[in-house]
């Protein structure tokens, strides 16, 4: 199985800051990778897949870049509404799909 | 307007059953590809099953055995059979549907059913 370690787990940031999350894949993944985001008692929502293909309606503060195995998923300009937890999720092991811990990113 | 809307949720007895229902509208279960992800308590996220528009089904390893996806084309609906249940069958049940263009990524949620497996 394909094991995809997020860090770090927790973040605490302002508004306006640049967060940077890696997804690291325990073996090579190529671009096989999608990002969500979680709200509380929401479900997710679709970021980023493709590794850097942004998801049509998202903002274009968030960016995702990697192949292999390591990833990142990048917030330019930390907003109020980001506020959130972040998964990665991996698709090279189709239709066996696993996701990662989970970075939560809270207000400083 | 894509939804999907969970029900079926609730208390069950360790050893025990429950079928979760998944109703779709503004799109046709049956020709896409459709999951359930469960989320346990405080916890990240976890694929369950998926089935496909063709009717091929695929499970996680910690389900396979006890759980059984299926859909009624009829009430646009698709469904999780759960059997033999187990404490750590407690979560949060999503259903999803894949994207059509890129397999694999989900692009609609529902809202989910909370299933919990206790004495």
């Known amino acids: 199985d394909i094991q995809l370690t997020q860090s770090p787990s927790f973040l605490s940031a302002s508004v306006g800051d640049r967060v940077t999350i890696t997804c690291r894949a325990s073996?090579?993944?190529?671009?096989?990778l999608a990002w969500y985001q979680q709200k509380p008692g929401k479900a997710p929502k679709l970021l980023i897949y493709a590794a850097s293909t942004l998801q049509s309606g998202v903002p274009s503060r968030f960016s995702g870049s990697g192949s292999g195995t390591e990833f990142t998923l990048t917030i330019s300009s930390l907003q109020p509404e980001d506020f959130a937890t972040y998964y990665c999720q991996q698709l090279n092991s189709y239709p066996q799909l696993t996701f990662g811990g989970g970075t939560k990113v809270e207000i400083k | 307007e894509v939804q999907l809307v969970e029900s079926g949720g609730g208390l069950v007895q360790p050893g025990g059953s429950l079928r979760l229902s998944c109703a779709a509208s503004g799109f046709t279960v049956s020709s896409n590809y459709m999951s359930w992800v469960r989320q346990a308590p405080g916890k990240g996220l976890e694929w369950v099953s998926v089935?496909?528009?063709?009717?091929?089904?695929y499970y996680a390893d910690s389900v396979k055995g006890r759980f059984t996806i299926s859909r009624d084309k009829s009430k646009n609906t698709l469904y999780l059979q759960m059997n033999s249940l187990r404490a750590k069958d407690t979560a949060m049940y999503y259903c999803?549907?894949?994207?059509?263009?890129?397999?694999?990524?989900?692009?609609?949620w529902g809202q989910g059913t909370v299933v919990t497996v206790s004495s």
């Open positions: 999803a549907r894949e994207g059509v263009v890129v397999r694999g990524i989900f692009d609609y």
């Open positions: 089935i496909y528009s063709g009717g091929t089904t």
């Open positions: 073996q090579g993944i190529s671009s096989y």
